[in-house]
Each structure stands twice: as structure tokens, then as C-alpha cells.
């Protein structure tokens, strides 16, 4: 009588351990997919500078960027339809032709309900300017005095 194990015994074994890598792999992979993702979202995007007590100016850009995103992924979910905490009446009225709205308009509402889906810190200020439904250039943002103009696809900084 033979020892040991046949071929298709022993490729059996190496199917059944990939097999098995295979899931444990993709289980670990989304486990620490969703561990980053919680580490960005707690994020203190509010760092304070001890020595000068101002705000890092490349935070506050990325903020400004991602206010801007925000912005346009609201109205596109809202015109869309595919979720309803993006409501399309929460919008600004005439925002599809030409507009302009501020903190302190009639669309306070939609500017609100923006900063309360803000992760990190909340500008000061905003003038938002609409063309053809998507945000354009000489919308401004404003955190602690540093004013943030976007041109159509950048953030610049106007002044500190």
C-alpha cells in the first residue's frame, strides 16, 4: 500500500486554502477600508497653530474644496432624485439659469442644510454665484478672514 496523498487530493487541499484566502483577504480589506474611512471623517480639520493662532491656510483651501464639492454632489443627487435627504425645493431658486445667494438671502435654507453635511469647519461667510445649475466663478468662501475665490475649477486665495 501507498503512502502519502494523490495529485488531485493534494490540488483539492490548494483549492480549498485559496478559497479560504480568498474571503479572509476581502473580509480584511474592508475591515481596514472602513478604518480609514472613520479616521478621515474624525479628522480635526480645525488644527490650530500655536505659535501664530491662525488656521493653516491649506486647510482651510481643502475645506473651501470640499464645500465647493459638496455643493455640486447636493445638487446633483437633488436633480436626481435617488435620495431623499437631497431635496430638489431646498435649492436655490433660479439656480439652474443664473444667481447669486448669500448667508444672508432667501436661500439661507440651502446653505444651512450644506453646513450641517460639513465635516470639520464651517466657513464664515459664502456668496455662492449658480450658472446652468452648477456653481462658477467669483463664488467666494470665507474662513477666518481668508477670503477664497473660485474661478470655475480652482480655490484661490484672495487674501489673508
Not at 135 to 160: A, C, P, Q
Amino acid at each position: 500500500m501507498k503512502k502519502g496523498f494523490s495529485l488531485i487530493e493534494l490540488l483539492v487541499i490548494i483549492c480549498l486554502i485559496a478559497i479560504i484566502s480568498l474571503v479572509a483577504t476581502r473580509s480584511i480589506l474592508k475591515v481596514v477600508k472602513e478604518d480609514d474611512k472613520e479616521k478621515i471623517e474624525n479628522i480635526d480639520t480645525t488644527n490650530i497653530n500655536t505659535t501664530t493662532n491662525s488656521v493653516d491656510v491649506n486647510i482651510l483651501k481643502t475645506n473651501a474644496i470640499n464645500y465647493i464639492n459638496m455643493i455640486n454632489n447636493y445638487i446633483t443627487m437633488a436633480e436626481l432624485g435617488m435620495d431623499s435627504n437631497y431635496d430638489l425645493n431646498k435649492l436655490p431658486k433660479n439656480y439652474q439659469t443664473e444667481c447669486k445667494i448669500t448667508n444672508d438671502n432667501d436661500s439661507t435654507d440651502f446653505i444651512n442644510t450644506i453646513n450641517n453635511n460639513i465635516r470639520g469647519q464651517k466657513p464664515d461667510n459664502v456668496i455662492l454665484i449658480f450658472k446652468d445649475g452648477k456653481i462658477t466663478n467669483g463664488t467666494t468662501i470665507i474662513y477666518e478672514k481668508n477670503i477664497f475665490i473660485y474661478d470655475g475649477e480652482n480655490i484661490n486665495l484672495e487674501n489673508s
